[in-house]
Nanobody, 121 residues
């Protein structure tokens, strides 16, 4: 099995910054991509940012120019630097990983438990 450990959520003022981290561990053969999604109350879960093992990134339209996703492949870890935060960024942020597991090298998708980000005005 694979586990995703998230950290860095909290409460910040509008205009401030926050950094989220997500580390994958367990029975991993290789990682195809990792990233973050978020879900606010009453809304659909939406893409924040993803990054492949080769460094290709994909950002949601609402965070382009404000958030930056980076990776440390040796640690199977991604970092989401969030700048110029707005109240509408308030949501539960979920780490996601697309992983080839050791058992049969089966491609499998995993989710973290979620971490709360609250931006006050």
């Amino acid at each position: 099995q694979v586990q995703l450990v998230e950290s860095g959520g909290g409460l910040v003022q509008a205009g401030g910054s926050l950094r989220l981290s997500c580390a994958a561990s367990g029975n991993i053969f290789s990682v195809n991509s990792m990233g973050w999604y978020r879900q606010a109350p009453g809304k659909q879960r939406e893409l924040v940012a993803t990054i492949t093992s080769t460094g290709r990134t994909n950002y949601g339209d609402s965070v382009k120019g404000r958030f930056t996703l980076s990776r440390d492949n040796a640690k199977n870890t991604v970092y989401l630097q969030m700048n110029s935060l707005k109240p509408e960024d308030t949501a539960v942020y979920y780490c996601n990983a697309d992983i080839n597991v050791m058992a049969g090298r089966v491609r499998t998708n995993y989710w973290g438990q979620g971490t709360q980000v609250t931006v006050s005005s």
